[in-house]
């Protein structure tokens, strides 16, 4: 039986939520279909710094500000810049007038699953096709047998989307960078060092095109990526099922570095997962499809080195659920809108990513960002 829903989302992650927040709040109903089997199917893990002209902006529109305020971690904004023989090079400390409050990604993304009715979910649902109907509207299957039709159709569904084709034909390319990730547990009391030289907040070391990035979360753990310009296929070189080796291996690229860094991977508690970072094409854009759009990684998935993937993903979600609330019985109207405003946002926040890699993981790339926090200094 094929059952239809006015609005389908596909994908329950911050972009997802915040378009059904937002069309909650203005009494539009939609349905959200996660492929995980449940909201605690795994750790959503990892700080994200909450921008005032974004993310902010997508809380406000929500109404969730004033609750979002109390759960971002205090001291997360304080920030240090390290050098490979642990000087630090620049420091700045989170004195609470910062305007990028940090806040654990989990604990924003339960908030905004509590801010939606329980029925607003299907969890466990996996894309197995989706296809174009008449008159807009669009058929999708899911692996459990399962079809829906849509009268609007948005694909939030991150970086491999399965509704992407049905608007264009672009693919994620590699950017030339892959990430290791690793935790580090109650690093106060079992890792001293460690905690001493990530400090309270996001921390960076760089040099000869691979580094350190990491951050203190409100648990006291330290979440720590070890990044390297490295071939595509480097990872695959790694049998990641044995820790030891795989640190070994990982670490015989930082030889000479101080012991403090070198311990951000060889003292590590949890698992090393690896991961390759892919970007869309700078300026990725499609024609209008009548009854479907994007959002989030689906329609612009950058590197996360400028910091606006979740905060994007968010203001598009919020922007999205606004021109529907504002173009009542006009979907494409309200399409044409949202996507006239979110491409060229988001191609300036691809096109400034992709420069942010080149200047960090490039060559003299410390020199660089020191260069940058100086100016920036004296900017302000």
């Known amino acids: 039986m094929t059952i239809h829903h006015p609005i389908a989302i596909i994908g329950g992650g911050l972009g997802g939520l915040t378009v059904a927040r937002v069309l909650h709040v203005n009494g539009i109903e939609a349905t959200i279909f996660e492929l995980e089997a449940s909201a605690h199917t795994r750790t959503q893990g990892g700080m994200l710094d909450i921008h005032e002209d974004s993310g902010q902006k997508a809380l406000h529109a929500a109404d969730l500000y004033e609750d979002f305020r109390k759960i971002i971690h205090r001291g997360g904004q304080s920030m240090r810049l390290v050098s490979p023989d642990g000087t630090i090079r620049v420091s700045e400390e989170d004195d609470g007038t910062g305007e990028r409050p940090e806040v654990d990604r989990g604990r924003l993304r339960e908030l905004l699953l509590g801010s939606l009715p329980a029925r607003a979910i299907r969890w466990g649902m996996k894309v197995s096709g989706a296809r174009p109907l008449n008159d807009g509207r669009h058929e999708v299957t899911f692996a459990d047998g399962t079809t829906i ?8 569904d991150g970086a491999w989307s399965r509704i992407r084709p049905l608007l264009s034909f672009a693919k994620p390319a590699y ?97 090393l997962v690896p991961r390759r970072i892919y970007a869309l094409p700078v300026g990725h854009r499609w024609d209008r499809v009548p009854g479907a759009t994007l959002l989030g990684d689906a329609a612009h998935l950058m590197s996360p080195f400028a910091g606006e993937g979740a905060n994007l993903a968010m203001l598009d979600g919020a922007e999205l659920g606004q021109a529907i609330a504002a173009h009542p019985g006009d979907t494409e109207a ?27 993981f490039g060559e003299r790339g410390l020199e660089r960002m020191i260069e940058f926090f100086n100016s920036h200094h004296q900017a302000e």
């Open 175 to 271: 950017t030339g960078i892959s990430f290791v990730e690793t935790d580090l547990l109650n690093a106060d009391t079992r890792h001293p060092r460690s905690a001493a030289v990530i400090g309270d907040g996001f921390f960076v070391c760089l040099g000869g095109q691979r580094g350190f990035l990491a951050h203190r979360e409100t648990d006291g753990s330290l979440h720590v990526y070890t990044a390297l310009r490295a071939p595509e296929d480097w990872l695959d070189t790694i049998d990641f099922s044995d820790s030891a080796a795989a640190k070994t291996v990982l670490l015989s690229h930082f030889e000479g570095w101080d012991e403090s860094l070198r311990g951000l991977v060889a003292d590590a508690d949890s698992a």
């Open 149 to 156: 039709t849509t009268d609007l159709l948005i694909g939030a």
């Open 334 to 360: 309200a399409l044409a809108a949202y996507e006239e405003a979110l491409f060229p946002r988001s191609e300036a926040s691809a096109a400034e990513s992709a420069s942010s890699l080149e200047t960090m």
